[in-house]
């Protein structure tokens, strides 16, 4: 006879909290307090009396995370230069088709992430509960503490932002990795040419270093531009910048590393066969777990501080 206890409802749901969670907030670290502080909630409530737990774990995460979310905001106002999301590794098995590749960006790319930060922190789970995690409007409206129609309407305004900001043509992993590894090995060579090639003309570069390490306030525009900003990097660190191949949030994106030490995660977006978009996280705090995971060390700030500003000068 099996007398093992039931198992903890928690801890089968963990993965699907925790997905909650950061793409609630864009923080591995924020995400997994929540999900803890979730996990207290539970054990200190009459689990005797929760008819569905599931429900009830949503709803607390979710709860959580919102009021997680906008402290967060109040912060990401006094935030020095741009705020990124923090990347995370996924599994380097990627989705093969087309359409999982898109369902993947949709859910989890850094892009995508990015998006969300426009929407206020209630849009946010609404839309994420809804048409991410595929809870029906009874419990988008349990979770939140309202009705109905009102999640329809913060879910159908939430979905034309988000519609508005995506791009609907589907790169295969194997492009994705093709373009990628062309425009890696141009820009460790300092291969102008071969950057311009792989750069759109409107390309778009945009970096977050926390205050901690240089990274431009705005985005740096223009395909010629940014080829310029890796030619740079190339030329002033001679022999010694390396690219990654890496899966990060879902797609392939690269690693940079300076001396073998991590320097930046970049997730990049191509359409048309050419790369559009750029999102640079140089922020030391937001690689730590990814060079953790990598068994390498981070870039010592100090190996990058001088005047971004400066043309020919700068990293991204």
């Not at 929540?34 to 009459?46: G, K, N, S």
């Not at 009705?147 to 508005?164: F, G, M, N, P, Y």
């Not at 990274?215 to 990654?244: D, K, M, N």
Request: with cysteine; hydrophobic share 45%.
């Amino acid at each position: 006879m099996n007398h093992d206890p039931a198992p903890d409802p928690f801890l089968r749901l963990r993965p699907r909290l925790r997905g909650i969670a950061y793409r609630m907030l864009g923080s591995a670290a924020d995400a997994d307090e929540v999900v803890q502080d979730a996990w207290l909630r539970w054990h200190e409530a009459d689990t005797t009396a929760v008819t569905n737990a599931e429900a009830w774990l949503v709803s607390v995460t979710t709860r959580l995370a919102i009021d997680r979310l906008r402290t967060a905001k109040t912060r990401r106002e006094d935030y020095v230069g741009t705020w990124l999301p923090e990347p995370i590794l996924t599994e380097a098995d990627a989705p093969q088709t087309p359409e999982q590749m898109l369902e993947r960006a949709d859910q989890l790319s850094v892009a995508f992430l990015a998006v969300l930060e426009r929407l206020a922190p209630e849009a946010r789970a609404a839309f994420l509960l809804r048409d991410i995690f595929d809870a029906d409007y009874g419990e988008v409206a349990a979770a939140l503490g309202k009705s109905e129609a009102a999640c329809r309407q913060l879910v159908h305004r939430a979905r034309t932002l988000i519609d508005s900001g995506r791009s609907r043509h589907v790169v295969t992993p194997q492009e994705q990795q093709r373009l990628l590894r062309a425009f890696a090995g141009a820009a460790a060579r300092g291969d102008m040419a071969g950057l311009k090639a792989a750069l759109a003309e409107d390309a778009q570069l945009i970096s977050d270093g926390g205050g901690k390490v240089p990274s431009f306030g705005v985005p740096l525009l223009g395909g010629p531009r940014i080829a310029q900003l890796y030619l740079a990097v190339s030329l002033r660190f001679a022999g010694r910048v390396q690219y990654e191949l890496a899966a990060i949030n879902g797609e392939w994106g690269l690693l940079r590393f300076i001396d073998g030490a991590l320097e930046s995660a970049q997730s990049l977006q191509i359409d048309d066969g050419r790369i559009r978009g750029l999102h640079v996280q140089r922020n030391p705090d937001k690689l730590r777990r990814i060079a953790e995971a990598r068994g390498r060390a981070l870039l010592d700030p100090s190996v990058t501080q001088y005047d971004v500003t400066k043309p020919g000068a700068s990293t991204s």
